[in-house]
């Protein structure tokens, strides 16, 4: 993911559905939270644990940021 904001952000948890880190057989590699700088890209990996969930399945990945002030 890319922050292309003008300010830097925070993503405090990573959730795949209503579950964090794992959900509906995929799992968020090193699922814990990080700051992106304004054009900084962070990596974020996306494993498949079990094959037979993929029938018509649709997932939402959702990133929760949080806007820090700066002092």
Known sequence: MRNTGPLP???DKMMIGSAECEGYGFK???CMSF???PNESHKVD???VYI????D???N???L???RQQL
Do not use: G, K, N, S
Not at 52 to 55: E, K, N, P, R, T
């Open 52 to 55: 037979d969930v993929l029938c």
């Open 35 to 37: 700051d992106l700088l």
């Open 46 to 48: 996306i494993m498949l």
């Open 28 to 30: 968020i590699i090193d």
């Open 9 to 11: 952000i925070y993503v």
């Open 57 to 59: 399945l649709w997932l």
């Open 65 to 67: 940021p949080v806007i």
């Open 61 to 63: 990945v959702h990133f």
